[in-house]
C-alpha cells in the first residue's frame, strides 16, 4: 500500500476469514502513521470543491466590479465551465499515467499543476486590457481542471488502495471522508473564504476579493505536495501493475459491463447535483436582493453549501455498516422520496423560505449520503489494480461529462414549464428524483457487492481471467528495474500457482 519511506509494514497476515496469502491486516504504527498516506493520497479533491465553488463568488465579484463590460464577455459565460472540460482531460489522461507509469509521479504531477495554474489565474493581466485579462482567466481556469482531473484516478485510487491497512470495517468510511468528503469540505470554505475576505475589505476591493479567494487555493495544493514527496508506490499497485503489455481486448471483455453502469450511475448523479445549483439561485433571491453586500450573499451562499456534509459524514459510517452498493441505494432512494415531495408541494413550501432551505438541504445531504460518497468509492473498488487508474479516470470523466450536459439541459427542462412558474420549478425535481429512481436499479441489479477486502479478491479474479485465457502474468508488476521491491511480482505469481 501506499506509505511514507520512513515507515515499515509487515507481511499480510490472516484475519480468520479470507486464505492467509490474501488477506490484508493494518500495518504497525500508530493510527495517524497509518491514516497519514491515506489522507495524503485521496486529500488533494479538497481542491476539486474549493476551485470549482470558489469561481461562482470571483463570478460575483467580477460583475460587481467590471459590470457589463465583464457579463458581456465571453469570459463570464466559460470561466465556471471551462474547468470541466479540463477536468476530463485530466481524467483520461492521468488514469492512463497512474496505470502505465506510476501512481506517486502521477499525483505529483497533478498536484504541481494545480499550484501552477491556480497561481497564474490569482494573478491574471494582460496589458491592462480588461477583456483580455478575462480571457486569460479563463485559459488558466482550464488548465487547473487538468490539474483536478489528476486528483480523481491517481490520487482517489491510491487512496482506496492505501485504505485497505486501515482496520477491517473502517475502511469505506476512511476512503469516502479522505475523497468525497474533503471535496464537500472544498465547497464551503470554498464559499466562507470569500465571505472573510469581503468582510474583512468592507465589501469593497473587488480585486482583493476574488484574487485573495482564488489565491488561497494554492495553500493546500502546496501542504499536500510536501506531504507527498515522501509516497511510495502501493504495494498493490507494485504487484498488480500492467506497465508493460496491457491485454484490452481481454480487459474490455472482462470489465465493459461493470463499468458501463458504474460510469451511467456517476453520470446520472453529476447531471442532478451540479444542475440543482438553480435552486440554491433561487433561495438566496428569495432571502436578498440584487443591491445586496457581497457578505451577505456569500455568507448565505456557505450556509447552503453546509448541507453537503451532515449526508457525506453520516454516509461514510453507514457505508461501512451497510456496504457501499446498498449505502447508495438507500440514499438514491430516500432522495427521490424527497424530490417527488418537494415536486407536489412546491406550491405551498416555496411561500416559506426558510422551510423549502432546510428541505433541499435534506435533498443535497441525501445524494452525499448515496452516490456522493459511494459512486467513487465503487469505481475504484469493483476493477483490478493493473487497470483502476484507466477504469476510474473514465468513470469520473463520464460523471464530468453528465455534470456539463446537466447544466446546459436543466435551462430546458424548466423551461417546458412555460409560463407557469410553479411547473418551471417542479419539472426539475420530477426528472432528478426519476433518474435517482434508475441509479437505484442499476447498483441494485448490476453492481456486485463490494466488501472491506474486495480489492485482493478483485485482482486475484481478474489474474485468473487473464491465466485462463493464456495471458502471461509474470508481466504484471513492477520490475526490479523500475525500482520497486526486489521481487515482489514474483513472488506474487509463485503463490498464486501454489
Known amino acids: 500500500m501506499f506509505g511514507f519511506t520512513k515507515g515499515e509494514e509487515n507481511p499480510p497476515h490472516s484475519n480468520g476469514e479470507e486464505d492467509e496469502e490474501t488477506s490484508i491486516e493494518p500495518i504497525s504504527g500508530s493510527w495517524f502513521q ?34 457589463t463590460v465583464y457579463s458581456g464577455s465571453n469570459a463570464y459565460k466559460y470561466v465556471s465551465d471551462i474547468a470541466f472540460v479540463g477536468t476530463v ?19 505529483m504531477i497533478s498536484t504541481v499543476i494545480l499550484i501552477i495554474f491556480t497561481a497564474l489565474a490569482t494573478g491574471s493581466y494582460y496589458h491592462g486590457d480588461d477583456v483580455a485579462m478575462f480571457n486569460m482567466l479563463t485559459a488558466w481556469r482550464f488548465f487547473v481542471g487538468i490539474g483536478i482531473g489528476g486528483e480523481y484516478p491517481a490520487g482517489s485510487v491510491g487512496c482506496a488502495e492505501t485504505s485497505g491497512k486501515m482496520k477491517a470495517g473502517t475502511r469505506h468510511r476512511w476512503f469516502i471522508l479522505f475523497t468525497n468528503s474533503m471535496i464537500d469540505f472544498g465547497f464551503v470554505i470554498g464559499a466562507f473564504v470569500p465571505y472573510v475576505v469581503a468582510a474583512a475589505t468592507h465589501n469593497g476591493h473587488y480585486s482583493t476579493i476574488w484574487r485573495t479567494s ?3 487555493g494554492v495553500v493546500f495544493p502546496l501542504v499536500l505536495f510536501v506531504l507527498r514527496m515522501r509516497l511510495k508506490e502501493p504495494e498493490d499497485y507494485a504487484k498488480n501493475a500492467m506497465k508493460k503489455d496491457t491485454p484490452y481486448l481481454l480487459i474490455i471483455k472482462f470489465y465493459w459491463w461493470r463499468l458501463l453502469c458504474v460510469s451511467t450511475v456517476w453520470f446520472l448523479y453529476d447531471f442532478s447535483v451540479y444542475a440543482f445549483g438553480i435552486y440554491s439561485s433561487s433561495i438566496l433571491a428569495g432571502i436578498y436582493d440584487d443591491s445586496a453586500p457581497l457578505t451577505t450573499i456569500f455568507g448565505w451562499n456557505t450556509v447552503i453549501n453546509i448541507f453537503y456534509l451532515p449526508g457525506t459524514i453520516i454516509g ?32 405551498k413550501i416555496e411561500q416559506h423560505i426558510a422551510a423549502f432551505a432546510v428541505v433541499y438541504g435534506i435533498f443535497l445531504s441525501l445524494g452525499e449520503l448515496g452516490p456522493g460518497n459511494n459512486i467513487g468509492l465503487l469505481a475504484a473498488k469493483t476493477c483490478a489494480t493493473g487497470v483502476r487508474g484507466r477504469y476510474y479516470g473514465i468513470a469520473a470523466a463520464i460523471g464530468k461529462i453528465g455534470a456539463f450536459v446537466g447544466t446546459w439541459v436543466f435551462p430546458y427542462i424548466q423551461a417546458a414549464g412555460g409560463d407557469n412558474a410553479v411547473k418551471t420549478a417542479q419539472y426539475p425535481f420530477w426528472v432528478a428524483s426519476s433518474l435517482c429512481i434508475l441509479s437505484a436499479a442499476i447498483v441494485l441489479f448490476c453492481i456486485p457487492n463490494v466488501g472491506q477486502d474486495t480489492i485482493t479478491h478483485e485482482d486475484q479474479r481478474f489474474r485468473e481471467y487473464l491465466q485462463s485465457q493464456g495471458w502471461d502474468t509474470t508481466q504484471l508488476g513492477i520490475s526490479k528495474g523500475d525500482g520497486s521491491e526486489e521481487g515482489v511480482a514474483t513472488q506474487v505469481d509463485e503463490k498464486v500457482a501454489q
Open 89 to 107: 482531460i485530466g481524467q483520461l489522461f492521468f488514469g492512463v499515467l497512474a496505470d502505465k507509469w506510476s501512481r506517486t509521479n502521477s499525483l
Open 316 to 347: 461514510a459510517w453507514v457505508s461501512d455498516w451497510m456496504g457501499p452498493k446498498h449505502a447508495l441505494v438507500l440514499g438514491v432512494t430516500l432522495q427521490a422520496l424527497v424530490g417527488f415531495i418537494m415536486a407536489g408541494v412546491y406550491s
Open 214 to 216: 482564488l489565491g488561497i
Open 34 to 67: 497509518t491514516a497519514l498516506p491515506v489522507f495524503a493520497c485521496g486529500a488533494g479533491l479538497f481542491s476539486d470543491g474549493y476551485i470549482n465553488n470558489v469561481i461562482g463568488s470571483v463570478n460575483t465579484t467580477l460583475k460587481a466590479q467590471y459590470g
